[in-house]
């Protein structure tokens, strides 16, 4: 669309859009990203997968701080599989109507995806920053299973993080990696994914069912709400429980 542009993402193969800088009417922005697991394994419950997406959207909508928001959408599954449904958009031209179904196939490019989804964020926070926009960040991964098909490494994930804070590119990020499963190895190796990869914080949604993702969906929501609400105040929102 023509109030989008594609980006890169430093020096890697990485792309993203993003809304173009003169569309924007505010002045400062949180930069959402949400980045779902549509692998194989997920398919007994991509349509709840689906239905959480979209009552998040929904309901940041309501937010009082809903015109500060910018959400990006992106799937993952096998390397070079990652599916932008949409890039970092305003709030408000986003319909959930236009959403497809979630199709599940492939592998899980978890590294892939979480570098795709902070190299992005910073980007784009940069180019905001310097066009004097006050800017922060919150990226959601919700994942089922294990890392098993990624070009990237949790090293390079750890190092987007480490030199973003040096060079101050964004006001605070969350990155919250999430556990859609009731399996203790899983949620065991996500943890150490998290830890060696720099991230701030997992959470365990146990067994999927219709009721703990709608959890999930409320608490992915008011944690927007909470980081877009600490915006000006030089640190992250403190962390909710879900």
Do not use: W
């Not at 398919?43 to 689906?50: K, T, V, Y």
């Not at 991964?141 to 070009?151: A, F, K």
């Not at 556990?179 to 990869?197: H, P, V, W």
Request: aromatic share 6%.
């Amino acid at each position: 669309m023509d109030e989008m542009e594609s980006l890169n993402i430093g020096a890697s193969n990485f792309s993203f859009s993003a809304t173009k800088i003169d569309e924007l009417g505010a002045t400062e922005y949180t930069l959402v990203s949400i980045v779902v697991d549509k692998s194989s394994s997920v398919s007994p419950f991509a349509d709840l997968l689906l239905k959480m997406v979209k009552t998040i959207i929904e309901s940041c909508k309501k937010s009082p701080r809903a015109e500060n928001l910018m959400i990006r959408l992106l799937y993952f599954s096998s390397k070079n599989q990652l599916e932008e449904v949409h890039g970092f958009k305003l709030l408000n031209s986003i319909n959930t109507d236009d959403y497809k179904d979630i199709r599940p196939c492939g592998c899980t490019a978890l590294v892939d995806a979480s570098f795709s989804a902070i190299g992005s964020t910073l980007t784009y926070a940069k180019n905001l920053i310097d066009q004097d926009f006050d800017v922060n960040g919150i990226i959601f991964i919700p994942t089922d299973g294990e890392e098993n098909n990624s070009t990237m490494t949790m090293s390079s994930i750890q190092k987007q993080i480490a030199d973003s804070r040096k060079q101050e590119n964004i006001e605070s990020l969350q990155t919250i990696l999430i556990g859609l499963t009731d399996d203790g190895n899983i949620s065991t190796y996500l943890q150490r994914f998290k830890d060696e990869a720099g991230l701030d914080e997992y959470i365990d949604v146990g067994e999927v069912t219709e009721k703990s993702l709608a959890k999930l969906a409320n608490f992915v929501s008011q944690s927007i709400s909470s980081q877009s609400q600490s915006l000006g105040s030089g640190s992250a929102s403190q962390p909710l429980t879900i």
